[in-house]
Structure formats: C-alpha cells, structure tokens
C-alpha cells in the first residue's frame, strides 16, 4: 500500500495529465523535496513534488489533452505512441484503446493502490476476466475498471458475510448439542433424587409401623 505522500503527488499529477512514474520517481521526488516523513507531507512538499516530476517527465512522458472524470481511477496510464509494451496501445486509425491481459492487470492494480486498496495477484486476475479488451475512449476503459473494482468489492462481502452465517450456525448448533447434553443429565438427577426420596419415604413407613405396634 502506496504512502500518503507518494498518492497524492500521483493522484495531482494525474489531474493534471501526467502518469507512468515508478515507485523510485516518487521516492526520488520525495528526497528531493526533503520529505522525511511521507505519511505527513506539507501541502508545499505536495506542489514541490509536482513540479519536480512535471520536469522530470519533459523527456519521458506526454500531457494527455483529455480531462480527468474519474477522481477514483487514480494511476491509470493513458494510450501513449512509441512508450513502453506495458503500457496502453492506441489502435489507428480508429482510435481505439487496445490492452493485453498483463496490461489489464497492471491497471486494476494501480487504481486499487491508488485508492488505498491491497488485492492480491488472484483478485486482480479475477477482476481483469470481466474487463474487456478493446475500448472506444478513456472514459469507457475507468467505467469498466471501476464497475469491475465495484463488483469483485461486493462479491468478497458476500462471501464474507456467508463465512460468518456458517460460523454462527455451527456455534448454534452446538449449544443446542450442549442444552441436550445438560437436559439428559438433569433428568437422570431428578430421577435418581425422585428414586431416593421414595426409597426414603418407604423406610420412614417402616419404621412408623415399627413404632405402632411397640406403642400398642
């Protein structure tokens, strides 16, 4: 799970139209702006930090002219010509964005990191199965990304939830195991006690004839 620090310089300078930094970028950026604690950045680090990776990406990265829409989709990586494999494709002439598995994947992961979720290397295979390969703009690719993040998060607390229900009935049927166990037990007392006291009863007969017949 990204710090504080390195979330929000990406998150601003995604708005902003900037994207494809690594992990070393931002702890670049971070040294550079002389930011000890990442988890706590002042607002100046923030804009420093900005600026510093603005520059930095003036021989590596391009400004996309396509505003941002979904403030969620944090980190996603907009279709670039002549950029690294892991990154979007743009398909010409129609313009259409085209991603791999991998890079499906790559995606999904950087957005749930972006929004303060860890997922698994299973869960983000999982969530890619339902995102589709071919996309008619941006907006549609974070639609799918963003749906898909929305189901699989239901689908676990369904799961969950069930997990739970399991449990409690398991714990049900237990006491009642345990109130049976109990019941049985108390019955063989009672009867035994009833047993007793009409043993007891007998001998007190006895003895009051005894009694009678010396009075007599």
Do not use: W
């Not at 804009?47 to 980190?75: C, I």
């Amino acid at each position: 799970m990204s710090d504080k620090f390195t979330n929000n310089v990406r998150a601003r300078l995604y708005k902003q139209g900037y994207q494809g930094f690594t992990k070393d970028d931002y702890t670049t950026a971070a040294i550079a702006v002389e930011c000890d604690d990442l988890d706590n950045p002042t607002k100046e680090q923030l804009s420093q930090a900005v600026d510093y990776l603005k520059v930095k990406s003036t021989s590596q990265l391009s400004v996309t002219d396509e505003p941002v829409e979904e403030t969620f989709l944090v980190g996603v990586e907009d279709a670039q010509p002549e950029v690294e494999s892991n990154q979007l494709t743009v398909a010409e002439p129609e313009n259409q964005i085209v991603l791999t598995d991998l890079e499906k994947q790559s995606l999904v992961a950087d957005i749930a990191q972006g929004a303060g979720i860890e997922l698994k290397a299973a869960d983000v295979k999982q969530i890619t199965v339902s995102i589709a390969s071919t996309f008619a703009s941006r907006k549609e690719l974070n639609e799918a990304i963003f749906n898909a993040l929305v189901h699989f998060a239901r689908e676990f607390k369904n799961q969950e939830v069930s997990k739970i229900r399991r449990k409690a009935d398991e714990i049900r049927q237990t006491l009642a195991e345990m109130d049976d166990v109990a019941g049985s037990e108390l019955t063989q007392i009672k009867q035994a006690m009833e047993a007793t006291a009409l043993d007891y009863k007998s001998q007190f007969a006895d003895l009051a004839l005894s009694f009678a017949g010396i009075i007599d």
